[in-house]
């Protein structure tokens, strides 16, 4: 070996042996929220938490429902024609709609949790006044301010499903004895009790980062650790630099813009099937639509607009019951088709089975037959929604993504609108025509989604 090379191996050699030295970093420890989040792990917090915000779930579908099981009640108090019935609903979703849009904007600048407590305290304040309402006119204003109130919330299956039989269980005993107005005081509960338990809830520290307040989030963090007996991170808190958030446009934007379309006719859809078929059910059963029966008249003295007024009995409130229990009857077997045969085709078939579903009303069934029925049109609206929103969590990337539940949630709220219109006039003037409507509707969701320009089975999130 050549000397100056030696001289080099040799230098190499002694450098490796020497015992290294690293000059700790001047500057301080710093983590961000999610890295204090994975410190800190799952524990008492998070169930508590969960069961709180799950639990607007079951207020939310409370007053929902409330409006299929009061409605033959207000028809009869107040004599009103079909539409109007209809109209109680749809005020309710628009106040659903637009104020879902509003309170998101003043949830980014005010904090998650103080609108939280203002809407619920808003949506209970207006619940219970409802029951007070001395005319038609001012219950249609009452119920759509509880809309606004009630818009936009978390919501889980199993607290939606529960808040759904609680309120048809109570209508069946509170409604024949005490009166509608009691149901809906006894519906505002579960609202009032959760704006004294939202004290328990600390606001968002990812919030109180994006707003310049890390004291503050670092103080939320800690409580939740002390919560869950653990600790978080040394040093103090530092965010980086958010995304840009995307807009409407990259929604329309030529890579998305059909996949966009196709999933905002999907949504339309999907909403107008699953309000459809909860009002349809009240009025096929409060008014005895099915095999050619017709229902009561009871016409008004001195008016010759016909006003229907027949109230629920407790088999009504049983086909209720038994046909809400449907919505998680799919479930088992929803998970394993957007799992094996991909989110386009398993949509595709539960909105197809959906429509031909709609058609089996036109047949003059016998009881039993009719809640078999709708114990599969609720299961089935209900795998339904729960595939599109898979899908459109998927299908966007992150920059895009909340803009593109927005949009999609806003348009499912216009389905939400229309649905009493069929469910509750057209169907009551000719069935065929009402459940021919939904019916193809659904079709026309099929197709769309069967066409869906992007499967999103195995691929990972953008």
């Not at 978390?154 to 004895?177: D, H, K, Y």
């Not at 045969?341 to 595709?348: A, E, M, P, S, Y």
């Amino acid at each position: 070996m050549e000397p100056q090379l030696t001289k080099y191996v040799s230098l190499v050699k002694m450098e490796e042996m020497a015992p290294r030295f690293t000059e700790p970093s001047k500057g301080p420890k710093t983590y961000s929220v999610e890295e204090a989040v994975e410190t800190i792990g799952f524990g008492r917090f998070h169930i508590m938490l969960f069961l709180i915000m799950g639990s607007t779930g079951i207020a939310e579908a409370m007053e929902i429902m409330l409006l299929a099981v009061i409605s033959s009640s207000i028809r009869c108090e107040w004599r009103l024609q079909s539409w109007q019935v209809a109209l109680v609903t749809m005020m309710v979703f628009l106040g659903y709609m637009i104020f879902s849009i509003v309170l998101g904007l003043l949830a980014d600048r005010y904090g998650r949790l103080k609108i939280l407590f203002i809407s619920f305290l808003w949506g209970a304040y207006f619940s219970l006044l409802t029951s007070f309402a001395p005319t038609y006119g001012w219950f249609v204003f009452l119920r759509c301010m509880v809309g606004c109130g009630f818009s936009g919330h978390a919501q889980g299956l199993l607290f939606w499903l529960g808040g759904s039989l609680l309120i048809i269980g109570l209508g069946s005993v509170v409604t024949p004895t005490l009166g509608w107005r009691w149901l809906v005081r006894f519906a505002s509960i579960p609202g009032i009790i959760l704006i004294l338990v939202f004290k328990f809830v600390p606001e968002s520290a990812r919030f109180n980062v994006s707003v310049g307040r890390q004291q503050a989030a670092m103080d939320t963090l800690g409580k939740i650790a002390k919560m869950n007996r653990s600790k978080i991170p040394e040093g103090t808190i530092h965010e980086p630099v958010s995304e840009t958030t995307g807009s409407l446009l990259d929604l329309l934007d030529r890579k998305y813009l059909r996949t966009s379309l196709q999933i905002w006719v999907i949504w339309l859809g999907i909403a107008f099937a699953y309000y459809g078929v909860i009002l349809a059910s009240s009025e096929l059963l409060e008014n005895n639509l099915l095999c050619g029966t017709g229902r009561v008249v009871d016409v008004v003295e001195g008016d010759y607009s016909p006003c229907y007024c027949n109230m629920l009995s407790p088999s009504d409130y049983q086909t209720m019951i038994i046909s809400t229990v449907g919505e998680i009857a799919l479930n088992p077997f929803n998970i394993l088709g957007i799992n094996l045969i991909g989110r386009r085709w398993t949509l595709g078939l539960t909105m197809t089975t959906t429509g031909i579903f709609f058609l089996l009303l036109i047949i003059c069934l016998s009881r039993t037959g009719l809640i078999a029925i709708l114990f599969c049109l609720r299961a089935l609206v209900s795998a339904n929604f729960n595939t599109i929103y898979i899908y459109t969590a998927e299908v966007y990337p992150t920059v895009m993504r909340a803009i593109g539940m927005g949009t999609s949630g806003s348009l499912c709220r216009v389905g939400a609108m229309a649905a009493p219109f069929i469910a509750q006039v057209l169907l009551s003037t000719s069935i065929i025509g009402g459940v021919c409507l939904f019916a193809i509707i659904c079709f026309i969701c099929a197709l769309s989604a069967f066409t869906l320009p992007i499967e999103t089975k195995g691929r990972a999130l953008q």
